[in-house]
């Protein structure tokens, strides 16, 4: 699924038409807490557009965190592209294996990715645990149709022999897994099929 050629395709539709609307909404919510020399952690982040924006936006510094390395060449071409490689990294881990690994930062980035892992609450939890500031993350809308059309996705995925599925979790548990680790809920919305939340750990 997530090959060099899904990470090249990514970082050309980022060039051709930049940030979707979630995404837009994401970075503004982010934005608005601050970002004076914050440091941001993007999660599962591919080419790391979300975390680039947010160094644009007066951030400091920037990480990027994922499970495949076929995304490193491409993010690190996004980086070059817009003066960032100095403030940027990337990073091959998984912070659920591996805790420890990566280290705090004030905001966390987390974009449709909890629902590619059957631990997609308790890696909110632990998302949670890495935010100073705030955590804000994308997930699909929790709706009957929703989850049926996620259920055929994954038939699709069995049909064609590849093994990664899609996973359907509750707003309520993803909420509470954030709650845990002292953060709350300041802001959501979303569209059709997907919808973010931002959390804010108290001051």
Same mark, same amino acid.
């Given at each position: 699924?997530?090959?060099?050629?899904?990470?090249?395709?990514?970082?050309?539709?980022?060039?051709?038409?930049?940030?979707?609307?979630?995404?837009?909404?994401?970075?503004?919510?982010?934005?608005?807490?601050?970002?004076?020399?914050?440091?941001?952690?993007?999660?599962?982040?591919?080419?790391?557009?979300?975390?680039?924006?947010?160094?644009?936006?007066?951030?400091?510094?920037?990480?990027?965190?994922?499970?495949?390395?076929? /995304?490193?060449?491409? *993010?690190?071409?996004? +980086?070059?592209?817009?003066?960032? !490689? #100095?403030?940027?990294?990337? %990073?091959?881990? =998984?912070?659920?294996?591996?805790?420890?690994?990566?280290?705090?930062?004030?905001?966390?980035?987390?974009?449709?990715?909890?629902?590619?892992?059957?631990?997609?609450?308790?890696?909110?939890?632990?998302?949670?645990?890495?935010?100073?500031?705030?955590?804000?993350?994308?997930?699909?809308?929790?709706?009957?149709?929703?989850?049926?059309?996620?259920?055929?996705?994954?038939?699709?995925?069995?049909?064609?022999?590849?093994? /990664?599925?899609?996973? *359907?979790?509750?707003? +309520?548990?993803?909420?509470?897994? !954030? #709650?845990?680790?002292?953060? %709350?809920?300041? =802001?959501?919305?979303?569209?059709?099929?997907?919808?973010?939340?931002?959390?804010?750990?108290?001051?």
């Amino acid at each position: 699924m997530f090959d060099p050629k899904f990470a090249r395709r990514s970082l050309r539709r980022y060039r051709e038409k930049g940030l979707d609307r979630i995404e837009k909404r994401m970075v503004a919510s982010a934005t608005a807490g601050g970002l004076d020399g914050a440091h941001v952690l993007e999660i599962g982040g591919g080419i790391g557009a979300l975390q680039a924006e947010l160094l644009e936006a007066g951030a400091e510094t920037g990480e990027v965190v994922e499970l495949l390395a076929a /995304f490193e060449p491409y *993010a690190r071409e996004l +980086a070059r592209e817009k003066g960032l !490689a #100095e403030r940027t990294s990337f %990073r091959v881990a =998984d912070i659920l294996d591996e805790p420890g690994v990566v280290k705090p930062a004030d905001v966390v980035l987390m974009n449709r990715v909890v629902c590619c892992s059957p631990d997609g609450v308790a890696l909110t939890g632990e998302a949670a645990r890495l935010a100073r500031r705030a955590l804000i993350l994308s997930f699909p809308r929790d709706t009957v149709w929703i989850r049926a059309g996620l259920r055929l996705m994954n038939v699709g995925f069995r049909l064609m022999r590849r093994s /990664f599925r899609v996973f *359907a979790h509750s707003r +309520a548990a993803l909420r509470e897994a !954030a #709650e845990k680790e002292g953060l %709350r809920l300041v =802001d959501a919305g979303g569209g059709v099929a997907w919808e973010f939340a931002t959390f804010r750990r108290a001051t």
